[in-house]
C-alpha cells in the first residue's frame, strides 16, 4: 500500500519543500531589513525542513525505481526490470526530471550545511545568506513542479517493464560524476549568497571572504573531481581514448570551473590584504551564473549532445527565465551596493597581489574564450544565420597558450610577498627554480623518446616551473628550524601546494599523452597480431557471454612486450535489449606512465574479423590524477585551524558598533 | 595618490589592450575553425566550399553501406531524400552508425562530389535525430513537389524525430 502511493508522497514532499523554500527566502530577509529577531530565526529551521522533504522525495524516486514502479513516466523511460539494482539507484539521476531533482535536494543540503557550520555567523547576516539560498532553490522547485516532476504517472495502463537506462549510463563513474559535479554547481551557490548577503548589509569588509572562502573551496574541489570524472568517464566509454572534445557539456562545466578558481584567489586578496572587493563580489556573481548557464544549457536541450536529454522547449526558456532574474537581480544589486565599496590599496608590479590579478586576468580570459566558442554557434542559429560547430583547433590554440601563461606566474605567485617587492630578490628567489626547472624539461624528452621536442618541453618546463619554486618554502624553514619547521606552515598554504601540484601533473598528463600516444585501427581475426607503440596485441579468442540486460561479443586480447606477457584484454561488444543498442566496452591496463586500450569497434562482413581500436595512451592517468589532488588540495585548505575560530570573529563583529 | 592613480590607469590601459587582443586572436580562430553545416540538396547544388572542413548531415540511406574487405574503408551515402552524397571514411564507425539512421559528418568535399569523412556522429540514442539533420530534412521536404513520396519519408522521420 504504501509502496504504491510513494510516488505521491514524494511530490507532497517536493510541494511542502517549496513552501519552506519561499518562507525562507521570504521572511528572513523582510526581518534583517526590518531588524525583527523573531522573523530572521525563521530561516535555520526552514532550510532544515527544505533539507528533510526534499531528502524524503528523493528518497521517494529512488524507492520507486528500487521496486520498479513502471507506473512512474521516468521510471518507465530510465530503468528495466533487468538492470541490476546499482545502476536502478544511479538511474535515479540518469534523465533530465531526476538530475534536476538531485539538483535541488544538494541545494537544499549546502543550505543546511551553512546553517550548522555558520551558527557563529551574526545574525542578520545568516538570515540574509540563508534566503538568497531559499530563493534560489525556491525558483528551481517551481521549474521541477511546473515542467519536470519526475512522479508523473502513466495511468490508466502503466507499460510492463521500462525502456532501459541509457547503455552510455549504465557505467559506475556515471553514478558519481552527476553528484559530484552537481555538488561543485550547487555548492558556488552559497558564495554567492554570500556576495549577496555581504552587498544587502553593505558590510564588504574582509569577513565575509572568511567565511565564503571554505565554502568555495569546496564547491570547487567538488566540480573539480566532477569534471575529472566526466572526462574519466568520456575517455572509456564513449571518446575512443579521448579525455576532452570540447564538447558544449564539457565546456559548460569548465567555464563555472575557472571562474571558481579565479574566486577562490581573489578570495585570498580580499581576506589577507582587503583588495579587490567588489571584483571578488563580482566573481562570486559570475561564477555562480556560469554554473546556471551550465544547468540551462546542458538541461535546456539547445545542445546536441549526450547529456541534453530534454527536448521540451519551455524547460529551456523557464530556465533561461530563471538564469536572466538571477544575474539581473544580482548585477542591479552589485550596480548599486559595490561603488561605495572602496578598495584603499596599491601594490607594487611585483608582488603576490598583482601576480593573483595577472591570474584573475587570465582565467578570465580564458573562461571567456571558452564562452565564446560555446555560445556563438547557438547565437548564430537563434538568429537563422547557418548551423555551425566550433571545432577543437580553436580552444586548443588558444587555451594552450593562455595555460603557458598562467603556468608562468603560477610559479611566480607563490615565491612573491604580498603588496611589495624589489625585482632583484625576486629573481634571486627564482633563478635556481628556472635552471632546474629548464633542465627538466630539456632532459626528459630525450630520455623518454630519445629526440628533442617543443610541445614536450614546453609542457614539462611549465609543470615544472609551477613545482620547483613550491620547494623553497619549506626548505627554508627547515634551515631555520630544523625538521619541525615545515608544521609551521598552515594548512591552506599546503592547500594551495597540492593545488598547484595537482595542476602541473595535469599539465604533464596532457603533454606527454598529446604527443606520445600512439592509436591504429585495425582489422583483426582470431589469431592475428598487431603492434603498437612498442606492445603486441594478439587476439587469442572470441566468444559471446550473456549479461544481465544485454548480449556481448567479447574479444580476448593478449599484450606482450618482447617475450614478457603484460596483460590479457577483454573488450566487449555489447548488445543491449531493451532500447536495441549497441555499446562498446572497452578494456585497458591502466598504469602510472601509460595505459593500454582496446576497444572492439564493428563486426566486418566476413564475419570473423572485427575492426578493433588499440591505442597506447602514456601518462593518461596523470590528467585525472591532477584533477583529484587539486580537489584535495582544496579540502584540505578547508581544513585550516583559523577558520575554525570563527566565535571570535563573531565576538569581534557584534562588540563593534 | 598620484602613483596610486597611475597604476590604475596603466592597468586599465593594459587590460584593454590585452582584451583586445584576446578578443581578435578568438575571432580569428573562430572563423578559421567554424564547420558550417550543409544539406544533402545544399552540396549536390555546389553551395559547399571544397577542400575547407565542413559538416554535413542526412540519413544513411538503406543497403548504402559497403566495407572494404581486406581494410577499413566504409562508403556510404546520406541523403535528405532529395538528394544523395557519397562518403568515404576509413576508421571504426560509432556504435549508433545504422542504415535509415540521422548522422552527422565531418569532413571536407572533393572534387569529385565525396565527402572524406574525418569524423561520423551518431552517439546519441535511436530515437534522436541531430537537430541539423533535422532540419535539412524539413527543408528538403518542403521544397518537395511530389507528394506521392511523402508517405516513405514521413515513414522514415517517424522512428527518428523525438
Known sequence: ???????????????????????????PLAGSLTRRPLWMSYAVPMAWGQALFLLTAFVCLALGFLFNDFSVTYIADNANSNLPWYYRLSAVWGGHEGSVLLWSMMM??????????????????????????????????IFILATSSPFDRILPVPPSDGADLNPLLQDPGLI?????????????SVAFAFALAALMGGRLDAAWTRWARPWTNLAWAFLSVGIALGSWWAYYELGWGGWWFWDPVENASLMPWLAGTALMHSLAVTEKRGGFKSWTVLLAIVTFSLSLLGTFLVRSGVLTSVHAFANDPSRGTFILILLGLTVGASLTLYAFRAPRVKSPLGFGWFSRDAMLLFNNILLLVMMVTVLLGTLYPLILDSLGLGRI??????????????????????????????????????????WLSAIVSLIVALTIPWLYDGAWSLPVSLGLLVAAWIVVPLVREPLTLIRRFGLRGPAKLSRSHYGMVLGHIGMAMTIVGVTMVSNYDHADNVRMRQGHSVEVGGYRFTMTQLNEVHGPNYLADRATVRVTQGDRLI????????????????????????????????????????????????????????????????????????????????????QAMEARP | MKAHRRQRLTLIVVLVALAGVAIGLALYALRANMNLFYSPTQISAGQAPGGRSLRAGGVVRGNSVQRDQQTLDVTFTVTDFEHDVPVHYRGILPDLFREGQGVVIVGTLDERGWIEASEVLAKHDENYMPPEVDGALKAAEASRAIPSDAPAVADSRASGTP
Request: with cysteine; charged share 20%; glycine share 8%.
Open chain 1, 1 to 27: 500500500m504504501l509502496i504504491q502511493i510513494l510516488p505521491e508522497l514524494g511530490l507532497y514532499a517536493m510541494m511542502l519543500a517549496l513552501a519552506m523554500a519561499l518562507v525562507q527566502a521570504i521572511v
Open chain 1, 389 to 430: 560547430s566550433v571545432g577543437p583547433p580553436y580552444f586548443n590554440t588558444l587555451i594552450v597558450p593562455l595555460t603557458v601563461a598562467l603556468g608562468l606566474f603560477m610559479g611566480t605567485g607563490p615565491v612573491t610577498r604580498w603588496k611589495q617587492m624589489a625585482p632583484r630578490e625576486l629573481i634571486k628567489r627564482l
Open chain 1, 108 to 141: 537544499a543540503f549546502w543550505g543546511l550545511a551553512v546553517s550548522v557550520f555558520s551558527r557563529n555567523l551574526p545574525r542578520d547576516m545568516l538570515a540574509r545568506v540563508l534566503s538568497v539560498l531559499g530563493m534560489i532553490n525556491a525558483g528551481f522547485l
Open chain 1, 176 to 188: 558519481v560524476h552527476p553528484p559530484m559535479l552537481y555538488m561543485g554547481y550547487v555548492g558556488f
Open chain 1, 567 to 650: 596483460a590479457m584484454l577483454h573488450p566487449e561488444k555489447r548488445f543491449f535489449d531493451a532500447r536495441r543498442q549497441a555499446m562498446t566496452e572497452t578494456a585497458l591496463d591502466h598504469g602510472l606512465t601509460r595505459d593500454l586500450y582496446v576497444a572492439m569497434g564493428e563486426p566486418l562482413d566476413d564475419g570473423e574479423s572485427w575492426a578493433m581500436r588499440i591505442q597506447v595512451k602514456p601518462f593518461v592517468r596523470w590528467l585525472w590524477l591532477g584533477a583529484l589532488l587539486m580537489a584535495a588540495g582544496g579540502i584540505l585548505a578547508v581544513c585550516d585551524k583559523r577558520y575554525r575560530h570563527r566565535s571570535r570573529t563573531r
